[in-house]
């Protein structure tokens, strides 16, 4: 399949679909996100998809919009104040429409581009042990780490995912 980021400009999908270069987030975008988020991800996602990564943490997320402004993907993340050298990814999401093109791994190189230019070495994600999608993505990216029993509390275990920057 033919992949979609090749260049930071002229931007294809495919013949009908025209991406503009990813971008911060910022405030407004929280309700276009809001809107598609449960379509896209297949689930409720609640407070996880809370307004201040888009208020307050904007400019560390990145945000992919068709060329008619509707929205392609969005990635909320932020560089670790506990461990500075760390690039963090709390949630990203692609339209349904647009997968298997290469969207999901344009936001993670925008992210990790940007978070290497504040000094982050590495690259850290979540996943669920039944979100087959999402593992596949990061081992594809070329992510590892240890399934943690309980890591977001009783019955709540994690793949805590890292790998190196840049996203290849
Ligand atoms: C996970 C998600 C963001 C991937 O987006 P995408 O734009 O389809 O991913 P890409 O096209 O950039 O794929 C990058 C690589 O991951 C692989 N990949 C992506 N989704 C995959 C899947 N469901 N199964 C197997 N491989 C997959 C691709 O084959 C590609 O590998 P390659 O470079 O070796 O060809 C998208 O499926 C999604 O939005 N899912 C719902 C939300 C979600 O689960 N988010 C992650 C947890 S917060």
Known sequence: MARAFRAPSGWHVSADTDLLPPRPLNGDDFVAARAVAEAWFGHPVGLTLHRLFFDQLGPGGVWIARADGSPAGFLLGMVSLSEPDLAY???????????????????YREFGRRAMGSGCTRIR????????????FHRALGFDGPLV????????????????????
């Open 125 to 136: 994600a979540l996943a669920a042990p039944q979100r087959e999608g999402s593992i596949a």
């Open 149 to 168: 029993e309980g890591f977001l509390g009783p019955g709540e275990d994690r793949i805590v995912f890292e790998r190196a920057l840049p996203v290849p």
């Open 89 to 107: 990814v709390h949630l990203h999401a692609v339209d349904p429409a647009l997968r298997g093109q290469g969207v999901g791994a344009a936001l």
